[in-house]
């Protein structure tokens, strides 16, 4: 079946640190994959989004690729704030179908002055 | 807009009592779901709907009933509360032509003792 391995957390970084977290996937055939972030207290919101292979995802400086060799999803920051303090989840969604989200165990970003 | 709405933020029931969860959009999105957040686990698909009058299971049904007379609205009902059920609720809506993009509510902690 569909599933999404996320690294456990939490990752701790101090300010302007280069972040990595990753995401491997299992798919049958070719999903769209998506970083969904979740800020404390509220609901999650679409962070970035790719829909095929070598597409490239970005928005608020956060990036990540999509790579079928690999089945990975790595989101990744060169310079993060202690505002990107949050949990950030990676999810695929077939592309056949009702459009379900099936969602890593999500990872726990702290960052500190 | 407001978004996707969800009431209430907060509520503790006691094991055996029933109650309904009310989401609510006003982007017109055909699609809605209800999702369930527990520590490690990510969230989990509960019930989905594509469309006024049509609903379906996702992969932890059990424990709840889902409608949809409205386009609007997609309560979510506890018929009889049991400690399992102890969660973070959202409810989410997606539509139009970036229809894979899911807006979500911002939760509903439920606490059932």
């Known amino acids: 079946g569909n599933s999404v391995t996320q690294m456990e957390g939490p990752v701790t970084l101090s300010e302007e640190a280069f972040l990595t977290i990753n995401c491997t996937y299992t798919a049958t055939g070719y999903p769209s994959l998506f970083w969904y972030v979740q800020y404390p207290g509220e609901g999650l919101q679409l962070l970035l989004k790719?829909?095929?292979?070598?597409d490239k995802g970005s928005n608020k400086g956060f990036e990540a690729t999509y790579r079928k060799e690999t089945t990975s999803f790595h989101l990744e920051k060169g310079s993060v704030q202690v505002s990107d303090s949050a949990v950030y989840f990676c999810a695929l969604r077939r592309k056949t179908g009702f459009q379900k989200l099936v969602f890593g165990t999500g990872t726990r970003l702290l960052v500190s002055p | 807009n407001a978004g996707v709405t969800q009431t209430p933020k907060f509520q503790v029931l006691k094991t055996g009592q029933s109650m309904t969860l009310q989401c609510a959009q006003d982007?017109?999105?055909?699609?809605m779901s209800w999702y369930r957040q527990d520590p490690g686990m990510g969230l989990r698909l509960i019930h989905y709907?594509?469309?006024?009058?049509?609903?379906d299971q996702g992969e932890v049904p059990n424990g709840y009933n889902v409608s949809r007379s409205t386009t609007e609205d997609f309560p979510l009902r506890l018929l009889s509360a049991a400690p399992s059920q102890t969660s973070v609720y959202f409810c989410?809506?997606?539509?139009?032509?970036?229809?894979?993009?899911?807006?979500f509510g911002p939760g509903t902690r439920l606490t059932v003792t």
């Open positions: 709907s594509v469309g006024a009058g049509i609903t």
């Open positions: 982007m017109n999105h055909e699609y």
């Open positions: 790719a829909t095929k292979a070598d």
């Open positions: 989410a809506s997606s539509g139009g032509k970036e229809y894979y993009e899911q807006y």
